[in-house]
């Protein structure tokens, strides 16, 4: 087996070429010897033991046609390979780079047989104090120059599967990318959402506007509205400072008084955040907080009954 299918590497390889297509295993062998150059061929007991695992793992499955297997991909067997794009398209690359290799290596061998060729009809003319014949020293020559062009053959075709794995790794990381790019985008989109809704519910933001438009003399609201509250601060607390009546007075109206509240409601929680970095927060302070927007809550509530 090449080492570029080291560490259980192969499995990544068949996941891919069954996601190309569903194959029984005689295709998969003959399509990883291709992609080889013929210069690799796995053996049955390398394959389809390889095959039977990836279906007990649930990667894929199979149906008989024609008295064979043949294998497809499953959703899961596609979800791996997409979590393992960039491992994927360094495989192609090393694939590329291992047919050059053994192209190379053969090569080599195919001149290193030449010279031994030529060195032993030497020797044995010499020995024989003959020259060899025209015949054959043509049917010599012909064998070389099909040893020639064979190499010539598989150089070629590693130089193509070559830049066809080079383009296969270009996508594999371009839609690695897309996918990271559209994870993004969702996460984003479920943040902002997840903004929006808080930032229209009541609840505590309702509370805390309370607590300063509770004295902001509007029409059907404050105290005057609704007889005085009852606060619920802790004994000694610092008493709330008096309503600004300019507060917010930069924020112009839009003509729907449900989004001026939201905005209201906006600025506001942003002012007690600013207080709370500021200042800091203890347990003594989170009481006093809470029994002023309780009572501010009642506060507002009653107003907004009042107004209905």
């Not at 894929?60 to 791996?80: D, M």
């Not at 099909?146 to 150089?155: G, N």
């Not at 959402?193 to 808080?198: A, C, T």
């Not at 109206?253 to 200042?279: I, S, Y």
Request: hydrophobic share 40%.
């Amino acid at each position: 087996m090449p080492p570029v299918f080291a560490h259980g590497r192969l499995r990544l390889y068949l996941l891919k070429l069954l996601d190309e297509a569903p194959r029984h295993g005689y295709e998969v062998i003959r399509l990883l010897e291709e992609r080889f150059q013929g210069l690799y061929a796995p053996s049955a007991g390398t394959v389809y033991p390889r095959l039977a695992k990836l279906e007990a793992e649930g990667l894929v499955t199979h149906a008989t046609e024609g008295g064979r297997k043949v294998y497809s991909i499953t959703e899961a067997g596609r979800a791996e390979l997409a979590d393992r794009g960039g491992e994927l398209a360094d495989l192609e690359l090393e694939i590329r780079d291992s047919v050059t290799e053994l192209a190379a290596e053969i090569r080599e061998d195919v001149r290193g047989a030449a010279g031994d060729l030529r060195r032993e009809m030497r020797a044995a003319a010499s020995a024989s104090e003959t020259r060899v014949d025209d015949e054959s020293w043509a049917a010599v020559k012909e064998e070389l120059s099909r040893a020639r062009q064979e190499w010539k053959e598989q150089a070629r075709r590693a130089r193509d599967e070559s830049r066809r794995a080079r383009e296969e790794a270009q996508q594999a990381r371009r839609q690695a990318k897309e996918a990271q790019e559209r994870a993004r985008a969702e996460v984003q989109r479920v943040t902002r959402q997840f903004q929006e809704q808080f930032a229209k519910s009541g609840g505590v933001l309702g509370s805390l506007a309370g607590a300063w438009l509770g004295g902001s003399g509007a029409a059907g609201s404050g105290p005057t509205a609704t007889g005085p509250s009852q606060s619920t601060a802790p004994a000694g607390s610092a008493a709330p400072p008096a309503a600004d009546t300019d507060w917010a007075e930069d924020l112009a109206p839009t003509g729907d008084p449900a989004r001026d509240l939201d905005r209201l409601l906006d600025r506001f929680r942003d002012e007690v955040r600013d207080a709370a970095r500021d200042h800091g927060m203890t347990s003594a302070r989170l009481d006093e907080a809470r029994a002023h927007l309780a009572d501010a809550a009642a506060r507002l509530g009653a107003a907004l009954r009042t107004g209905s």
